[in-house]
């Protein structure tokens, strides 16, 4: 349960929102940067604290699914069945917007991404904003960066440009939510995330398909190719070629860290200087460690990562997608 402490700090974070300021929100996924999404001028502080083009669409967090019918002016079936399985959860439904939603929120589209967050902090906070409050709210990272998945990530990235920083802990997926889009009979993932594909498929009792949206014209800015960048080169490697590449790098003179989920089953050589990272072999364990880590290593300044290639199964799709745009640079 929540203590007292923390009650007062969402009391005092709920009056900042009402007031038009911008608070960075733990939720099970990553960190949010919240505005009351009825505050144009509070929700347009949110691009330029980012560094987010404007015809980004922003998310908004829901108290309980009882207030989509405010949020969205069409709920489809699919969308209530994925709604009760998984709310409070990291799943974003994507779904016609209702009046209510600004222009500014939806970046000019006709649709709407909702959620409802599964964290006690940040339901606590939107309970505390009132009946159909709903909360705007991106990652609490600049425009193009890695997620952050502790308070100290966001203080490190945002500072004192927020107004305050809510700290629920560690967030227990580690990556973004599972994006779906419901629109009249068509189910599309738009990006893979906490909630794996196999369970909506499951619930739906049908298959859905995975669009790469690089490719789509709907500007989900995870779409972007080089989004959720750590600032050092990250080259993504398969098993066998891995050490190689890595005395490569190291015999031109660089710093080189590794990302390995497999086993440290081979002896290689301990007189260089190439450190290597264990990571879970489990890809939710994976994917709860992984912007945690590129962090670290980020601040090690290396002068190259060499991330594991994850195993091509269905479990590992959320990953395997955040690997790739963090290696596309190189
Ligand atoms: O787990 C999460 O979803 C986190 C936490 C804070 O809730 N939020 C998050 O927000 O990842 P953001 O803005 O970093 O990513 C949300 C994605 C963006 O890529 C955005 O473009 C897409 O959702 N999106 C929002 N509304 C959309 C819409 N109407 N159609 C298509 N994509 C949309
Ligand atoms: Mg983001």
Redesign the pocket.
Known sequence: MLNADLLAQIEAAATILHNGGVVA?P????????ADAANPAAVRRIFEIKG?PTD????L?LADAAQLDHWAREVPKSAQLLAWHFWPG?L?L?LP?SPYVSNL???G?N???L?V?NHPVALALLRAMGPNAALA?????RYGRI?PTTAQHVRDELGDTVDMILDGGPCQ?G???T?V?CIGDTVTV??P??IPLTAIETVLQQRVEVID?SASK??????VLS?YAPTTPLELIAHDNLWQRACELQAQGLRVATLEWSAFNEVHSTQNSIVRTSMPADAEAYGQKLYATLRQLDNAHFDRLLAEAPPQKVEWLAVADRLKRASYRV
């Not at 709210?137 to 990272?141: R, V």
């Open positions: 929100i939720t099970e996924t990553v960190y949010g940067l919240a987010r980004h669409p922003l998310i967090h990291p974003t994507i917007r929120i939806t970046g589209q649709t709407v991404g959620r967050p709210a991106p990652s609490a990272n997620s997926v990556l973004e939510s994006i889009s738009l990006r995330g906490g949206s709907i500007r989900v800015s995870g779409s989004h």
